[in-house]
């Protein structure tokens, strides 16, 4: 036989609240294991399409506010797409306008698929992610806001199965 001190009232209130601390603790933890992953992060978001479909009309506007102009960054396009895209590949324009007023075009191949058709990205319910670096360990000459802007450059109006386009750009890591 077990006595207690307590009254079983004030036994539950304490072993709730103690039950209570341990998760919000738990919590926590998750959190800043979570947010602190990614220290290299300056910026990254998604576009996504209604439908899945990406008219060649749509441009794609990513404006980034960059504030540090001594740190090299590499800037990343990623590209989400199902199954059921039809491409191997998925060609795109990435127009950068910088703060100065400066512009720069490029024409991007994004490689989806090998030749045998096995898709590159890492999927999850038949959508499939793939990060392409787009330009690596530069220098952004001017703080302010640099707007990328994409285009989808295939050979048709209306591309299906593609979900999302993202830009992420992130600090370098340093060689050593």
């Not at 059921?84 to 024409?107: K, M």
């Not at 898709?119 to 806001?145: C, H, M, Q």
Request: glycine share 4%; with cysteine.
């Amino acid at each position: 036989m077990r006595i207690s001190l307590l009254p079983d009232p004030i036994k539950s209130i304490i072993t709730n609240a103690a039950d209570k601390m341990k998760k919000a603790f738990l919590f926590v933890c998750i959190l800043l294991t979570f947010f602190s992953c990614d220290r290299q992060r300056v910026f990254e978001e998604y576009r996504s399409f209604k439908d899945h479909t990406w008219n060649s009309h749509d441009i794609l506007h990513f404006n980034v506010n960059i504030s540090d102009t001594a740190t090299s960054q590499n800037v990343y396009l990623s590209v989400r797409n199902t199954g059921e895209y039809e491409y191997s590949n998925l060609y795109l324009f990435v127009t950068t306008h910088a703060p100065s007023g400066l512009t720069l075009r490029d024409t991007v191949e994004i490689v989806l698929a090998d030749d045998r058709g096995k898709w590159l990205g890492k999927g999850a319910a038949s959508v499939y992610t793939l990060y392409l670096p787009y330009r690596e360990n530069i220098r952004f000459p001017l703080r302010g806001i640099y707007q990328f802007d994409v285009e989808q450059a295939m050979w048709v109006e209306e591309l299906k199965h593609v979900t999302d386009i993202g830009l992420r750009i992130e600090k370098a890591r340093s060689k050593r």
